[in-house]
């Protein structure tokens, strides 16, 4: 089974600093692999996704995020954050077969200070 | 178009009490998922619709919990006999080219 380690509970950033975000993943084959963002009283937003292809993917709101491999990882990224990003990020993977069963982390709450 | 709904946003409920759930899939949408996001948890799955068919049930918690999705298109999530630790945000969402949609889940308080 497909599992997902987020193991930052919560990072402070200053507005304007970049931020990364730790993902690493435990699956079997190629997964799919993704960054949601909830903001409270929210539903989960889609940032960017891998499937295949270009290890780097850029996602919405100036995201990217880079699937290493030989790491089982899947960081995501921002050059300059922005106070509006204060929200929890959660990385999931799903099996790359199937009806695609997706496995979130426990989250990362970002607190952007000014 | 319309994303995903689900109503009630919010449902309190005493212990012992049956709620239902729903979710408003984007039309056209074939796959249906529910999850179960405890406060400060990431969401966990639930269960799976294929169409009307329940494809994959094995993240329902106990018996208590059952879905349907009768002509395939909405949803409903039961929970017979709510016990506190059923509190928690339900989520849904519905998938297509393998991107899921999520709607903004209903908080249910049980006391």
């Known amino acids: 089974a497909q599992s997902v380690t987020q193991p930052d509970i919560h990072i402070t950033v200053s507005e304007g600093a970049s931020l990364e975000l730790r993902c690493n993943y435990s699956?079997?084959?190629?997964?799919?692999l993704f960054w949601y963002v909830q903001s409270p009283g929210q539903g989960l937003q889609l940032l960017l996704k891998?499937?295949?292809?270009?290890?780097l993917v850029q996602g919405i709101k100036g995201f990217e995020a880079e699937f290493k491999r030989s790491q089982s990882s899947f960081n995501l990224r921002k050059p300059s954050v922005h106070w509006s990003d204060a929200a929890e990020y959660f990385c999931a993977v799903a099996t790359s077969g199937g009806y695609q069963k997706v496995t979130f982390g426990t989250g990362t709450k970002l607190q952007v200070i000014p | 178009g319309a994303g995903v709904s689900q109503s009630p946003r919010y449902k309190v409920a005493k212990r012992g009490q049956d709620v239902a759930l729903r979710c408003d899939p984007i039309s056209g949408h074939v796959s249906l998922f529910w999850y179960q996001q405890a406060l400060g948890q990431g969401p966990e799955f639930l269960t799976y619709?294929?169409?009307?068919?329940?494809?994959?049930k094995s993240g329902l918690p106990s018996d208590r919990f059952f879905a349907e999705r009768p002509e395939g298109s909405v949803s409903t999530l039961k929970i017979q006999r709510t016990q506190q630790e059923d509190s928690a945000v339900y989520l849904c969402?519905?998938?297509?080219?393998?991107?899921?949609?999520f709607g903004p889940g209903t908080r249910l308080t049980v006391l």
């Open positions: 891998y499937f295949s292809g270009d290890t």
């Open positions: 699956y079997g084959a190629t997964p799919y």
């Open positions: 969402a519905s998938s297509h080219n393998n991107e899921q949609f």
């Open positions: 619709f294929q169409n009307e068919a329940q494809l994959d």
